[in-house]
């Protein structure tokens, strides 16, 4: 047999340092060959080689170590494991070497150690009696307060011991270790009860553990979560007990987490109780059942589902327990219960450290906490109705849930398997240095011996990363189809061994998931999934997931039923299903806008074929591609009426793919304005062209008389059009030489109008609604005029207001010379040499009080009007505007249409602070997000913000806040605006 010190024998044993292990078994001696096959299997054998080292150094005799080491292959085993796994322990064990017996025991392995017996043994540790009713520590404080850290490691490394060297069972393991933390809460009750004094005996004080020793499934490492209970004895006053029971509390949880010479053992964390860590410590029965009934949220209910009395008076334990169940399983009939649950668990996810995210496994994504969240929402839904599922322990509830069919057999096991191994890797991770951490590590040496610890003992490292991110994957996946998989198997009568949901228990689940008519989102499954045809398949494998990402919207119903009528619509298509079963980011996009925007609704409802941008790059088309696409579709048809029918269809796609575009954030605000904008320019070309041939023909004329353009006015002449503006523009027409004036203007008016009946007809395209209002004399003036009768009518006619409209002028569409002239011909008016005159602002100020007073609609809050609110835009708008009135003909950077790039130029001539010019900028981009979103969520025009609850939350959710705080988001605006509307006060009130 080759010696220990073999330098093959050492690599196959899986050490690093071959010179140090060499050394170190030469120095154990005839222990060295003994103790060699067991050092093979630990985590890390250099650490378990050296520690026993220094074990042995501790001992002042280690004669009976060095025999056991040689004769008892048990003991041995044991140690190595402890040694070569947990760097704490083998400290521990160098500290107090006489705790190396522990692991002597021969029954060690088979003999679960009792809750009791392990609470006798740390009440005695600090001189209690564990058979008085209320035990009392006799030691001194600090003297207890170490005796107890101490006896805490020595019964750790018991269990330590079974759970490394004996292959004890995960879910045993976290048992132990709730029955080993609860004896501890009960020995530091004693000796919170010794410091306090003879005033401890006027209260009755209980312990309720939650959270997973409250489960009977807590870590190595982990706070442990509770709620104190107390009432005071027969005789004290209320307020007495009060004091007295907080300092008790207040004392035990010091006991644990303080640091001593023997260090601590855990944190004491009682921030799960009513009002959290700003409400009292410590309530009585009353105060809890009324803080309860009256305050508690949906959450908290979900944190009670894994109470139990762990320490002090049991019995007031168990009676607060009793209290509170009722409430805990009635918590689900709540409006929005799952809604308000995931919106917690995404707010875990995004206060997740970045560079922590992929490495979370208890927090991240397909770690711990997705498969715990998802076994207790299913247990609150469907426990009221079923007791069989009320199991705290997160195995056990599963287990109960699959048994019931509300799981399906196959996912419930694979979910146990993943959820054990990811626990297991919990466990090997805070057993290394008793820490609480959750980040599994990235450098090779940790990896190395967490693979090891886990069992991988070939490429430890990178097979233990490929097993873990399996089961993350395997996690995430099952999270994503837990809730839905049975709904289906309820409505689609699909046949197969496992149990199912009654109806009844699928319309219960659906209401809990915030369907607001289940009895409907069940018709719309059994439609979507009935029937064994290639589309019925593949809707049962879309559903699951297209069901959770409709319940994580505020309007789930809206969803379902969109994607229902979509699908009737398109499921014979051969892309359609495919499509969506195959890209899982065009699902998602369908399920967010059908539950979110009307207005993309709508647009997919006309024309389904526009699924297909939901895979597309979302960025806007540039004007010129737009423009050509459209010119050419438009001389494609003959007929003026099917040139612009197909114009409006070129128009549908491209709203779809920017409203899209902004929904999902690829497409912000100005950026959408500049393309709603060039999406009119180019649907205006083609129009004009197309009924410019039109009418030429039908007049049986070889030329048109008139030469023809169309100057964008308002939002649209500045860059920024929403969805729901109208295109305000005035026509300009010049006749061409040779022809007759007046046939020239007939021809002109015929064209204008037909371009405004063509664009607004109704038909299955968004109409577009031309506006001339803002042409001379308004309505009551001509439709078109010549350029020589515009040059007329502002030499004599022109009033302050029209000269401030034409400064967002901008003649886009048509003749190129002729709006080119008539750029010439405006400028001069909008932008005077000296400027506005103080007569001129003096009437824009006027103007602008009379539409603040008159044009508000009645009822409307002047706080929260997108439009004429206060700080809203036209006050941001016209106060740019008069700044460009006053400036523009000395500052040519002024003479611009959009009003953002103005109030830049405005602050680089030092005509605006940039701290002003920052909060007008702001304002004006949040009310026109606003704007824009509000009109996504009710698919028409709206100038306030919603209402309606679930409109008000779809717009929350389109501005990326959580839709269940809708006040910061209205918080936010009226923030905003305000600080908007101090600067129109000085700036344009002066």
């Known amino acids: 047999m080759a010696a220990p010190s073999s330098t093959t024998m050492l690599v196959r044993a899986g050490f690093e340092n071959l010179a140090a292990a060499r050394s170190g078994l030469a120095e154990l001696g005839p222990v060295g060959e003994a103790v060699l096959e067991a050092l093979a299997k630990v985590a890390d054998p250099d650490l378990a080689l050296r520690t026993l080292l220094d074990l042995l150094a501790a001992l002042d005799d280690s004669t009976a170590l060095v025999d056991t080491l040689v004769a008892d292959t048990a003991t041995t085993t044991r140690l190595v494991h402890v040694l070569g796994a947990s760097q704490a322990l083998g400290e521990h064990l160098v500290r107090h070497p006489h705790h190396w017996r522990e692991l002597q025991d021969p029954t060690l392995a088979c003999t679960r150690s009792s809750a009791w017996f392990l609470r006798d043994e740390l009440l005695r540790s600090v001189g209690a009696d564990p058979t008085a009713q209320w035990p009392v520590a006799t030691l001194s404080h600090p003297e207890a307060v170490d005796a107890l850290r101490v006896e805490y490691r020595r019964l750790l490394l018991r269990v330590a011991a079974r759970d490394l060297a004996h292959g004890q069972q995960m879910d045993d393991t976290a048992a132990e270790l709730s029955d080993l933390a609860t004896g501890t809460l009960e020995a530091a009750l004693a000796v919170a009860r010794a410091w306090v004094g003879a005033e401890a005996d006027d209260v009755r004080l209980s312990v309720i553990a939650m959270g997973k020793c409250g489960a009977h499934e807590l870590n190595y490492v982990s706070d442990v979560d509770v709620i104190f209970v107390h009432e005071p004895v027969d005789g004290i006053e209320e307020h007495h007990a009060t004091r007295v029971a907080t300092q008790v509390a207040s004392q035990m949880m010091r006991v644990c987490s303080d640091h001593t010479r023997e260090g601590t053992i855990w944190p004491v964390d009682a921030g799960l109780r009513p009002e959290g860590n700003q409400g009292p410590l410590v309530r009585t029965l009353a105060s809890h059942h009324s803080y309860y009934e009256r305050w508690a949220k949906s959450w908290e209910f979900q944190a009670l589902l894994k109470a139990r009395p762990v320490a002090g008076d049991v019995e007031l334990g168990q009676r607060f327990c009793d209290m509170v169940a009722p409430l805990v ?586 701290e002003d010019a920052k909060s007008l900028r702001t304002a004006w981009r949040l009310v026109s997000r606003m704007r824009n979103a509000a009109t996504l969520v009710r698919g028409n025009a709206t100038d306030h913000i919603p209402q309606d609850a679930k409109e008000r939350a779809s717009l929350a959710f389109l501005m990326g806040y959580d839709m269940d705080d809708t006040d910061r988001m209205v918080n936010d605006y009226l923030r905003t605006t305000r600080r908007a509307h101090a600067v129109v006060d000085r700036i344009f009130w002066g």
């Open 329 to 914: 399983w009635t918590v689900a009939e709540r409006d929005g219960f799952v809604q308000a649950a995931r919106a917690m668990r995404r707010r875990v996810l995004e206060h997740i450290p970045s560079k922590e995210a992929k490495r979370q496994l208890k927090l991240g994504v397909g770690g711990l906490r997705d498969v715990e969240f998802a076994v207790q929402l299913l247990q609150l839904v469907h426990g009221r109705a079923d007791p069989t599922v009320r199991a705290p322990t997160t195995l056990s509830g599963l287990f109960e849930l699959t048994r019931g069919g509300y799981v399906g057999r196959a996912d419930g096991e694979a979910l146990h398997e993943a959820y054990t191994f990811l626990r297991t890797l919990e466990h090997r991770l805070q057993l290394f240095q008793l820490r609480r951490i959750h980040v599994v590590p990235e450098d090779e040496e940790s990896l190395r011996r967490l693979g090891r610890a886990m069992g991988f003992f070939r490429d430890s490292g990178p097979t233990l990363e490929e097993e873990w991110q399996r089961r993350r994957r395997l996690v995430r996946r099952l999270h994503e189809k837990l809730f839905y998989r049975p709904l289906l198997e309820a409505v689609a009568r699909i046949p197969g061994p496992d149990a199912r949901l009654t109806l009844a228990q699928a319309e219960d689940r659906l209401k809990a998931l915030g369907y607001g008519d289940p009895r409907a989102a069940l018709r719309h499954l059994e439609a979507l999934t009935a029937g064994v045809s290639r589309s019925a398949n593949i809707q049962r494998t879309l559903l699951p997931v297209m069901l959770e990402w409709f319940a994580e919207t505020p309007n789930p119903d809206a969803g379902l039923f969109g994607f229902r009528r979509l699908s009737e619509s398109l499921g014979d298509s051969h892309w359609y299903l495919r499509q969506l079963r195959d890209e899982g980011q065009v699902a998602h996009r369908l399920a967010t806008v059908l539950s979110t925007s009307r207005f993309v609704s709508a647009l997919l409802e006309r024309e389904p074929q526009g699924v297909k941008i939901l895979g597309d790059d979302l960025t806007p088309l540039t004007k010129e591609a737009l423009t050509a696409e459209a010119v050419a579709t438009a001389l494609r048809h003959p007929q003026a009426v099917d040139a612009v029918r197909a114009v409006r269809g070129i128009r549908r796609r491209e709203l779809l793919r920017i409203a899209v575009g902004e929904i999902f954030g690829e497409t912000d605000v100005e950026e959408a304005g500049r393309a709603l904008t060039a999406l009119t320019d180019a649907t205006l070309e083609a129009t004009l062209q197309a009924v410019l041939r039109d009418q030429t023909a039908r007049r049986g004329l070889d030329e048109p008389p008139a030469r023809m353009a169309i100057v964008a006015m308002g939002r649209y002449g500045g860059d920024e059009l929403s969805y729901a503006s109208d295109a305000d523009v005035i026509f300009v027409h010049e006749v061409v030489p040779g022809a007759d004036p007046n046939e020239a203007s007939q021809f002109a008016a015929a064209v204008a109008n037909d371009i405004r009946t063509l664009l607004a007809a109704p038909g299955t395209d968004p109409a577009l609604e031309i506006d001339a209002d803002l042409r001379p004399e308004g309505r009551q003036g001509a439709l078109t005029r010549s350029l020589d009768s515009y040059a007329a009518y502002y030499a004599k006619w022109s009033a302050t207001w029209e000269a401030q409209a034409l400064l967002r002028a901008d003649a886009v569409i048509g003749d190129p010379d002729l709006r080119k002239r008539f750029t010439a011909l405006v400028d001069p008016l909008r932008y005077p040499p000296r400027g506005a005159d103080e007569d001129d602002v003096l009437e824009v100020r006027r103007i602008k009080a009379r539409v603040d007073n008159e044009r508000l609609p009645r009822g409307a809050d002047p706080h929260t009007h997108f439009k004429l609110g206060r700080g809203g835009l036209a006050d941001i708008e016209w106060t740019v505007q008069l700044i460009q009135m006053q400036w523009a003909g000395r500052v040519p950077a002024l003479r611009q249409p959009a009003t953002l790039p103005s109030l830049e130029a405005g602050v680089e001539a030092s005509l605006v602070e940039a």
